[in-house]
């Protein structure tokens, strides 16, 4: 039988072993943590920063392109500035996504905008007869409502994020 004497240096070895085990986990946890911070800082933050900027650049377009319908084509130059920033913000994803189809989506979507646009452009021109049953653009004060039903197809590229 072990003597009352040996009982407190067992405990004490045991309570040593234990914070040796603890102090192991600890470094290799935060070995660990330190992967996974630099896997998001090098990976992931680049790609949140080149989608959310291609969603402001979504906003600024759509909003351009209601003013320039609703402003008789004045405003058409701050239209085209925010379209390039999209197409440089479309092309700096594409860079960085490791999702290929995404990508090459938002494009063509950005495209078809573009080409909607362009429609735009001929009726505002009073090029009537390009689309047959197209109204007119309406102005003035509650003209935003229905004047641009394609805006939606570009809102679609806000919920990349």
């Known amino acids: 039988m072990a003597e ?12 040593v072993l234990l914070l040796a ?3 192991a ?5 935060m070995g660990r943590l330190a992967s996974s911070y630099d896997h998001t800082a ?12 291609v969603r402001y650049f ?10 320039y319908v609703l402003d008789e084509g004045e405003s058409r130059a701050d239209f085209e500035k925010s379209l390039a920033g999209t197409r440089k913000a479309l092309a700096e994803l594409q860079k960085v996504s490791t999702d290929g189809s995404l990508s090459q989506e938002m494009q063509s979507d950005t495209a ?5 646009d362009r429609g735009d452009l001929r009726l505002d ?20 409502r229905g004047a641009v039903p394609h805006a939606m197809t570009f809102a679609e590229l806000s919920r990349v994020c």
Request: charged fraction near 25%; glycine fraction near 14%; include cysteine.
């Open 125 to 144: 021109r009073g090029d009537r007869g390009v689309r047959p049953g197209v109204r007119p653009h309406r102005r003035g004060p509650g003209a935003a």
């Open 58 to 67: 979504a906003a600024d377009l759509n909003g351009w392109q209601t003013g």
């Open 4 to 15: 009352p004497s040996d009982r407190p240096e067992a405990c004490v070895d045991l309570v």
């Open 21 to 23: 085990v603890l102090t």
């Open 25 to 29: 986990v600890a470094f290799w946890g």
């Open 112 to 116: 078809r905008l573009v080409g909607l």
């Open 42 to 53: 090098e990976d992931v933050v680049p790609k949140v920063i080149a989608a959310e900027e």
